[in-house]
């Protein structure tokens, strides 16, 4: 089963809208990471945070983590048509070595023109 | 530089038949991942290789997977008597290694069973 439970599964916006979405995990974490995927091709890595960190910023992107609740928010601001893609949060968890990554079910947003 | 590869892009087989998937990470990255995403069951950890060490087979879901790492840089991925289950995109990723948190992906072999 997977760690992380995303929604919600789909998203349609306009574009200039903002899109959130969210995710929720099971197990302690070290780190949280959003990746997005073109296509069901490869992914491609947008940020991480950090378990003692609270919220984070990268151009429009601005993700938060609450680990009391176990989750996370990824809001992607001012939308536009190529940010049409499904996204995925991913889990690096405490007791996994190397840091190997437990992907949610993932978001597929479309940004409409 | 250069990203993550793949080959081969797509690949259709017939059950029963053995496929190897090939991947080549970024130079100088340490750590290799194999993911696997498909329809049923998103994307899952198979197996990973960090330098020298014994890999993570955890991931792997039957004994007819295995993987192999040569000279800690490129990897194939063996399915032996493929069956339509395994049709997915099978995903690498490197990284710096351990301590480094971000992988990079490379673009998939699609595989298809028939």
């Known amino acids: 089963s997977q760690q992380g439970e995303e929604d919600p599964q789909a998203l349609s916006i306009q574009e200039g809208e903002n899109a959130t979405m969210n995710c929720s995990y099971k197990t302690s974490i070290n780190n949280l990471q959003w990746y997005r995927q073109n296509s069901g091709r490869g992914l491609v890595h947008l940020i991480l945070?950090?378990?003692?960190?609270r919220e984070k910023h990268s151009g429009r992107l601005r993700v938060t983590l609450d680990t009391s609740k176990k989750s996370s928010s990824l809001l992607i601001t001012a939308s536009r048509a190529a940010d049409t893609a499904s996204y995925f949060c991913?889990?690096?968890?405490?007791?996994?070595?190397?840091?190997?990554?437990?992907f949610g079910g993932g978001t597929r947003v479309l940004v409409k023109p | 530089g250069a990203g993550v590869s793949q080959s081969p892009s797509n690949k259709v087989t017939e059950k029963g038949k053995d496929v190897e998937l090939r991947c080549d990470p970024i130079?100088?990255?340490?750590?290799l991942y194999w993911y696997r995403q498909s329809l049923g069951q998103g994307l899952e950890f198979l197996i990973y290789f960090q330098g020298n060490s014994a890999p993570d087979k955890s991931g792997l879901p039957s004994d007819r997977f295995s993987a192999e790492r040569t000279g800690g840089s490129v990897s194939t991925l063996t399915i032996q008597r493929t069956q339509q289950e395994d049709s997915a995109v099978y995903l690498c990723?490197?990284?710096?290694?351990?301590?480094?948190?971000?992988?990079?992906f490379g673009p998939g072999t699609r595989l298809l069973v028939l």
């Open positions: 990723a490197s990284s710096r290694g351990t301590g480094a948190k971000t992988q990079y």
């Open positions: 130079s100088g990255h340490t750590a």
């Open positions: 991913a889990t690096d968890m405490i007791k996994a070595a190397g840091n190997k990554l437990t």
């Open positions: 945070i950090r378990s003692n960190e």
